[in-house]
């Protein structure tokens, strides 16, 4: 009996457990899906016992050529190869002319789990499992593709084309390139490429989020409106004053706004720990103590409006949806990043960081993400030290939070909204004034 076990091969019986496991999972999405159609013809389609076995088909063939010559290897590859283009013929013959199917996915989801078998086979265990995980996931999501695409148009297809085109065509030319302005040797090209593409990927993001999850509720649309554009977000909150109807619609308002403010303050936040991350300049409690900062005004921003339960909106968001892809707002973008950027190197040179600080907070009423850009690439270079960087950083923030007060003004917003929502918005804006002026003691 002992010489019996000795002589089992083991290793070769885990791998064909292993090789059922991974087709039988792609083999559990096919079957639920023909369930799900409930189509007679289709009562004998391969499910979980025909895709693991079939993956078990594709192990044996490679662990059986460990016991013939070399010379036999390739005439028992070749023949289990046979068998499962056989098996694979067949099926799509009988799916084609007898059931009247003509769709290739299921076919092709058995000669992977054929190959899953191989690479199981091979001693690539993780590789495949991995894979099978991959392609059942890719199976299952075949509806929520199908919604979305039928939610997509042409234009926007093409917009992230384009995308693609100035990331992976025309990114790694500028990126290898160490190009600065002739005059005053300050603005690099590739600094300006990377927040070109970064305001059109956020844009088009943002877009399709709104598009797609729109009746979701406006926290979503305030959210990812302010991911790009917090100005323009409130802007459009404060026209459903006018445009809509709805009675006690200003608590709605005042939500988005606070919301599209809070999503601003996580971007910044997103933006300097991405920056720490990579380079980390300066002692870590520096970069902590901002950190806390903008934790501590996130929390006093959603503490604004948990206090607040507005009734369900039904107010129409078509109107807050523009183009996928608006190359004008991200040059004026870029424009407002060049003016911040000159103004704020000269102003270190003549004014050393008092006169960053007051670019910080001036600059952030026009554009806080150009002014993070150019203090963080300030800080890079070693031009600034890093305490004064971050200080500068929130109190553009602060300011960035206080502007919305302007647009309010601009459009004439009933005084009950600057009631109802200025408060909230000096609550978010306290912890990063108060932690910037910290900042400046620590200098």
Known sequence: MGNFLDSVEWEILVKLVIAFATGALIGTEREKARLERKDENLADFPGVRSFGLMSILGALSICLTKFFPEAVTLIVLGSMLTISILILASFTLYRV?????????????????????????????????????????????????????????????????????????????VLNQDLTDPIFHLVSFRTLYIFFVAILCISYLSYMVLKLRSSSGLEIVSFFGGLVNSEATTVSFTRLCFKSSLENITPVVSRGVIVANLAMISR????????????????????????????????????????????????????????????????????????????????????????????????????????????????????????????????????????????????????????????????????????????????
């Open 97 to 173: 002319y007898y059931a009247k199917e003509h769709g290739i996915t299921t076919p092709i989801a058995l000669a992977l789990a054929y190959l899953l078998g191989v690479l199981v086979g091979a001693g690539l265990l993780l590789e495949a499992v991995a894979t099978s995980i991959f392609v059942t996931f890719i199976l299952a999501i075949k509806l929520t593709v199908e919604r979305a695409l039928r939610g997509i148009t042409y234009k926007e297809l093409l917009s992230a084309l384009q995308i693609g085109i100035m990331v992976f065509l025309l990114g790694p030319f």
């Open 268 to 443: 910044n936040f997103f933006l300097v720990l991405l920056f720490f991350s990579l380079l980390k300049r300066g002692t870590p409690d520096i970069w902590y103590f901002s950190f806390l900062a903008f934790t501590t005004s996130l929390l006093t921003g959603y503490a604004t409006i948990a206090l607040v339960s507005p009734k369900k909106s039904r107010v129409k968001l078509e109107d807050m949806l523009e183009s996928p892809l608006s190359y004008r707002i991200a040059f004026k973008a870029c424009i407002v990043f060049l003016v911040v950027l000159t103004a704020t190197a000269l102003a270190v040179k003549h004014l050393g960081e008092v006169g960053v600080l007051a670019v910080g907070g001036i600059g952030g009423i026009a554009s806080t993400t150009a002014v993070i850009f150019t203090i963080l690439s300030l800080i890079e270079r070693g031009s600034i030290e890093v305490s004064a960087g971050l200080a500068a950083i929130l109190l553009s923030t602060a300011t960035a939070v206080l502007n919305k007060f302007l647009y309010l003004k601009a459009l004439k917003a009933p005084r009950v909204l600057f009631k109802d929502l200025g408060w909230r918005l000096v609550f978010t804006s306290i912890p990063l004034f108060l932690s910037s002026i910290l900042l400046l003691y620590a200098l």
